[in-house]
C-alpha cells in the first residue's frame, strides 16, 4: 500500500529537548516536505527536498532541521523545541514535476511545555 | 479535537444536499490545483484535482470548477452524506517546474443527518 509514515503520532516533551519526527515514504518519490499546521493559518511548509542531499527551507524554517540521506526518509528535527514550535505536522512526498499529487502522512501531534 | 477547525469557515448542510465549497487563489501563474479532505485525526487526503488548461473536471460525486479570470476555484458534492463532514483545503502549484503546492486555511463541512 502506497503511503507516508510518521512517527510518533503523539509527543509531548520540554523546551530545549532535542526530538526527531521520523517520515516515511514507499513510493520512491523524489519530493518531500514538512508542514505545520495552526489555528486559522492553514498548512505552512518548513522545509522541502527535491532528493537525496538536496534540500531547502519553505516558508518557516526557523527553528528546525531535516536531513534527506536517503531517498524514503525525511527527518524533522528540532534541536531546542519552544513552546511557539506545538503544532500539528504533516509530512508529504510527490514526484517532483509540478502538478502531482501529493500523499500526506497521519501526522504528529507536538506539545512542548 | 482536531485544532485545525477553531477559525475557519463553516458551512453546514442536510444529507442529501448538494454542496459548493469555494477557495480564491492568488498568483495568476499557477497551473495546478487540488482538493483535499481532511477528517479528524488525519491526514489531508486527495479528492481531485484539476490543470489550468481546464475549467472543469468531475469525478465520484465531486466536481471542480475553475475560474482563471476571477482566480477562484469551486468543489462541488452532490448527495453529501454524513460521511463528507471534514475540513476541505483547495491547493495551487505555483511553480510550473516542480512542487511547490500552497495551502487554502480550509473550509469546515458539516453534514447534519
Known amino acids: 500500500e502506497a503511503q507516508v509514515t510518521q512517527n510518533p503520532r503523539y509527543l509531548i516533551t520540554v523546551t530545549g529537548k532535542k526530538l526527531t519526527v521520523t517520515c516515511s515514504q514507499n513510493?520512491?518519490?523524489?519530493?518531500m516536505s514538512w508542514y505545520r499546521q495552526d489555528p486559522g493559518l492553514g498548512l505552512r511548509q518548513i522545509y522541502y527536498?527535491?532528493?537525496?542531499?538536496?534540500?531547502d527551507k519553505g516558508d518557516v524554517p526557523e527553528g528546525y532541521k531535516v536531513s534527506r540521506k536517503e531517498k524514503r526518509n525525511f527527518p524533522l528535527i528540532l534541536e531546542s523545541p519552544s513552546p511557539n514550535q506545538t503544532s500539528l505536522y504533516f509530512c508529504a512526498s510527490s514526484f517532483l514535476l509540478g502538478g502531482t499529487e501529493a500523499f500526506f502522512g497521519q501526522g504528529t501531534r507536538l506539545t512542548v511545555v | 479535537g482536531e485544532s485545525v477547525g477553531l477559525h475557519l469557515p463553516t458551512l453546514s448542510v442536510q444529507e442529501g444536499d448538494n454542496s459548493i465549497i469555494n477557495c480564491a487563489y492568488s498568483?495568476?501563474?499557477?497551473?495546478?490545483f487540488i482538493w483535499y479532505k481532511q477528517e479528524s485525526g488525519k491526514g489531508p487526503q486527495f479528492i481531485i484535482d484539476i490543470r489550468s488548461n481546464m475549467d472543469k473536471r468531475q469525478g465520484q460525486r465531486v466536481t471542480v470548477l475553475l475560474n482563471k479570470t476571477v482566480k477562484h476555484l469551486s468543489l462541488q458534492i452532490a448527495a453529501t452524506q454524513p460521511g463528507d463532514s471534514a475540513v476541505y483545503f483547495c491547493a495551487e502549484n505555483r511553480d510550473t517546474g516542480f512542487q511547490k503546492l500552497v495551502f487554502g486555511t480550509g473550509t469546515r463541512l458539516l453534514v447534519s443527518p
Open positions: 498568483n495568476s501563474a499557477s497551473d495546478y
Open positions: 513510493m520512491n518519490h523524489e519530493y
Open positions: 527536498s527535491m532528493n537525496v542531499e538536496v534540500t
